[in-house]
């Protein structure tokens, strides 16, 4: 008698290998554990995009509770070349503080600074703080640019409500994704777009805007790359996305990349950078003080069973090369975030990056 089975279909034990595969990642990128993994996407027919969201959807009532009482709703804005002006209501906690109202003297002011930073918004605990935090951090750095990774809706509804001074633009709406935050006093968005990784399994991309700073065009990148150490294939994908991008750029646009490529550097070697391509940090001497950003030696956001200390977040610099274009270069890095807060912990479990580049 002739067999019946279907050579294609899936067999047990092939579903439950995909099953254990997609619980892993989904416990990866929420910071949960494998059952709960397992509870969300069953729920959501073992659609990941479809799990994740209903995860972080679950939490957001109670996150920012004082801040957005339950009649206050999201904007939804996928571009934006203006921003309308702040409700009335709103307190800017990044404007100049009187400290800070002395004129900068002529070389800070031709100075472009920038802060990235993953400020793990996946991570619920003490959220409201921490976000008060980093606000703090645009205070005492008061940066042109900021890259941010891992945001969640409540943290842009919360920095677009404390931090009306800058004009921010975020890569998602739902689950966690990137943003950007531009000094409004001093750099202009001319326009912005969002590029899809197409094999990304953890909702990632990559978000591009193109500035004026000084009269100088800048194009400005951020992203998070693939997470965990299986994924580096994926990961070096997205760093040759960023790199061809930063290649291609017209001469006359300095090209800036920062954030949380959970790169190794075998990785980075494998892939190389453009000739014109430098890595900030290693332009700047490889300052030891400056080398980890994720630091579980040092930070104790995360419980975790191991230490471990990696070079995670990065900057990539690309200087325009037309003649009689002003050129930038950078003149400083350092690490921001090391102080705990009142309730105990950090602002991330990241350290943030901050960067200054002056003008050549």
């Known amino acids: 008698m002739a067999s019946t089975s279907d050579p294609d279909r899936p067999t047990v ?17 929420s910071g949960t ?10 729920e959501n027919d073992w659609q990941m995009e479809s799990a994740l969201n209903s995860f972080f959807e679950a939490d957001m009532e109670k996150v920012f509770e004082e ?3 339950e009649s206050e709703s999201s904007p939804k804005k996928k571009k934006q070349k203006a921003e309308a002006k702040p409700p009335a209501e709103c307190v800017d906690l990044t404007g100049d503080s009187p400290a800070s109202a002395r004129k900068p003297s002529e070389e800070d002011e031709n100075k472009l600074s920038l802060i990235s930073w993953n400020v793990d918004g996946l991570d619920t605990d003490n959220l409201a703080e921490r976000a008060r935090g980093l606000c703090s951090f645009l205070v005492l750095y008061t940066p042109d ?8 809706p409540p943290y842009i509804q919360y920095l ?9 633009i975020e890569a998602g709406e ?15 968005l001319i326009e912005s777009e969002i590029v899809s990784y197409p094999t990304t399994q953890m909702m990632r991309n990559l978000l591009v805007a193109q500035v004026t700073f000084k009269g100088q065009t800048l194009c400005l990148m951020t992203s998070h790359f693939e997470s965990c150490k299986g994924h580096a294939q994926e990961r070096m ?13 017209p001469d006359d646009i300095t090209v800036l990349f920062g954030g949380d490529t959970n790169l190794r550097d075998t990785e980075v070697a494998k892939v190389g950078l453009p000739s014109m391509v430098c890595d900030v940090w290693e332009r700047l001497g490889k300052q030891e003080h400056c080398r980890y950003t994720w630091d579980t030696k ?12 990696c070079r995670f977040d990065r900057v990539y610099f690309r200087p325009a090369s037309k003649d009689g274009v002003p050129r930038l270069a950078p003149d400083h890095m350092a690490l921001v975030g090391l102080d705990k807060l009142d309730c105990g912990r950090y602002t991330s479990d990241h350290w943030g990056i901050y960067c200054s580049f002056s003008t050549e």
Do not use: H
């Open 13 to 29: 034990s092939n579903v439950e290998e995909n099953r254990a595969r997609l619980c892993d990642e989904f416990a990866a990128i």
């Open 33 to 42: 554990d494998s059952a709960v993994a397992q509870c969300y996407l069953a």
């Open 67 to 69: 801040d957005f009482p």
């Open 145 to 152: 640019v900021v890259f941010l990774q891992e945001l969640i």
């Open 160 to 168: 677009r409500k404390r931090a009306v001074s800058y004009l921010i």
């Open 174 to 188: 739902e689950g966690y994704f990137t943003g950007m935050m531009l000094k409004k006093s001093r750099v202009k």
């Open 237 to 249: 994908k997205q760093m040759r996305v960023v790199m061809q991008r930063m290649r291609e750029a």
């Open 298 to 309: 040092a930070n104790s956001n995360k419980t975790v069973p191991y230490i471990s200390r």
